[in-house]
T-cell receptor, first 114, second 115 residues
Framework: AQSVAQPEDQVNVAEGNPLTVKCTYS??????LFWYVQYPNRGLQFLLK??????LVKGSYGFEAEFNKSQTSFHLKKPSALVSDSALYFC????????????FGSGTRLQVQP | KAGVTQTPRYLIKTRGQQVTLSCSPI?????VSWYQQTPGQGLQFLFE???????NKGNFPGRFSGRQFSNSRSEMNVSTLELGDSALYLC??????????????FGAGSRLTVL
């Protein structure tokens, strides 16, 4: 089985401040982890993924995420938030084996205030 | 390179009717997945097609069906519509099947409203 949890429905941060969007996962094998972002009236856009190797993954638009196996977490971070980062962020997980589909978290709305 | 195209973008139906949604994947992508997005349930997997074969199916009733054509284009159909079927239906394509590290590229979605 596989599941992912995003404990915060909304995260508010001031422009220029660092941001963190939290994600924890549960899989019975090794995970592949993803972050996607959704802007209003748009589909989801890929930000970054963790497959194996370096625990710190860098992605699009200055975002990065840290894979922590012991805490089963994959938090999304950015050193300095922009107003344009305001959107809905989804964490997703899939097991590295087996015929499964990508499972998404419930989403976290990021609001960056000017 | 054209993205994933979904049609129609918006549609309104009444209970009991049926609807067909279309998805054209990125050229060269052979896998198409469908997701339903609602405020209450979030993103839920419907099904995935690869080379015209349904490879994976989510936990939806039989009213939800799909197919894929030889050119990788896909359609999904919902029969006997219910109010709870109102949602944004997202299609995503990838080069191969998603049981792995493949990145999904999503379309803008088809927003279905059932009255």
């Amino acid at each position: 089985a596989q599941s992912v949890a995003q404990p915060e429905d909304q995260v508010n941060v001031a422009e220029g401040n660092p941001l963190t969007v939290k994600c924890t996962y549960s899989v019975s094998g090794n995970p592949y982890l993803f972050w996607y972002v959704q802007y209003p009236n748009r589909g989801l856009q890929f930000l970054l993924k963790y497959i194996t190797g370096d625990n710190l993954v860098k992605g699009s638009y200055g975002f990065e995420a840290e894979f922590n196996k012991s805490q089963t977490s994959f938090h999304l971070k950015k050193p300095s938030a922009l107003v344009s980062d305001s959107a809905l962020y989804f964490c997703a997980v899939i097991m590295d084996t087996g015929r499964r589909a990508l499972t998404f978290g419930s989403g976290t709305r990021l609001q960056v205030q000017p | 390179k054209a993205g994933v195209t979904q049609t129609p973008r918006y549609l309104i139906k009444t209970r009991g009717q049926q609807v067909t949604l279309s998805c054209s994947p990125i050229s060269g992508h052979r896998s198409v997945s469908w997701y339903q997005q609602t405020p209450g349930q979030g993103l839920q997997f419907l099904f995935e097609y690869f080379s015209e074969t349904q490879r994976n199916k989510g936990n939806f009733p039989g009213r939800f069906s799909g197919r894929q054509f030889s050119n990788s284009r896909s359609e999904m159909n919902v029969s006997t519509l219910e109010l709870g079927d109102s949602a944004l239906y997202l299609c995503a394509s990838s080069l191969t099947v998603t049981a792995g590290a493949n990145v999904l590229t999503f379309g803008a979605g088809s927003r279905l409203t059932v009255l």
